[in-house]
């Protein structure tokens, strides 16, 4: 138990990192104490830990963005937009399955493409919280607490910033020229309603989601398995845990 209560009071301090010395010392003046005889410093802790979230950040970013990242991968994979699911059945039933399945195709490679850039979207985001905010990630009681308060806390200002990237990247692939197509072709079928979703809004959401999920596997993995610890720092930060 004590080790759990000094792990998750570690991890808070992650999200210190973008505050003054003198709040850090102010707020956590008994770190040291906590840690026992683990020979840490504040410091330490500190950076170790904000090395943790950005490189699962980081990774996860990576991964999303390489060939089939979202495509190739069920659990993050985009489908076409649940609110048109009848576009799609009907298109389906009409013969016109192989232009849904390009759109779908195009779609994750536009996620693809926008993930590139995720990473300092990311970063900026750790980075820039305060240390009000830190303490709401004590109340974490999983494996992915630390991921799941970025998620809180930081989805309207990535949506923000991620939307003209997500847009530019769906005019890249042709996933907005495929999609208008089969919008169109739908409108045009006897007796249906039109329909006209926000596709860059949707895409937005979903890519994100699909980071947020590999982010949260990278957190996992560096928590619980040592070889994932890939810098001195973070082997020495994370071995209070083991």
């Known amino acids: 138990m004590m080790k759990r209560n000094t792990l998750l009071f570690i991890f808070s301090v992650i999200l210190l990192a973008g505050c003054s010395t003198s709040q850090i010392n ?47 991968n069920p659990g993050i994979r985009i489908p076409f937009p649940p609110e048109v699911q009848k576009v799609e059945d009907r298109l389906r039933q009409i013969g016109l399955g192989k232009e849904v399945d390009k759109f779908i195709l195009t779609l994750n490679r536009g996620a693809e ?20 905010d830190a303490w709401t990630i004590l109340k974490g009681e999983d494996k992915h607490a630390a991921t799941e308060y970025l998620r809180r ?8 910033k991620f939307a003209p990237v997500m ?14 197509d089969i919008v169109s ?4 079928i006897p007796l249906v309603e039109d329909v006209d979703p926000d596709l860059n809004a949707y895409a937005t959401q979903k890519a994100i989601d699909g980071l947020f ?7 996992e993995k560096i928590r619980d398995n040592p070889a994932e610890r890939t810098t001195a720092l973070l082997k020495k930060v994370f071995a209070e845990q083991d």
């Open 26 to 72: 102010q707020t956590l003046g008994g770190i040291n104490d906590v840690l026992g005889g683990s020979g840490l410093t504040t410091s330490e802790v500190v950076a170790g830990l904000k090395e943790a979230l950005v490189k699962g950040a980081r990774t996860g970013a990576d991964q999303a963005s390489a060939l089939d990242g979202y495509y190739g």
């Open 113 to 132: 493409e926008a993930a590139k850039e995720a990473a300092p979207i990311f970063v900026d985001a750790i980075t820039s919280m305060s240390i009000q």
């Open 167 to 180: 847009e530019r990247s769906l005019e890249k692939v042709n996933a907005t020229r495929y999609y208008e």
């Open 185 to 188: 072709t739908y409108n045009k």
């Open 213 to 219: 999920v590999l982010i949260a596997r990278e957190e």
């Open 153 to 160: 806390t930081t989805s309207a200002r990535l949506t923000d």
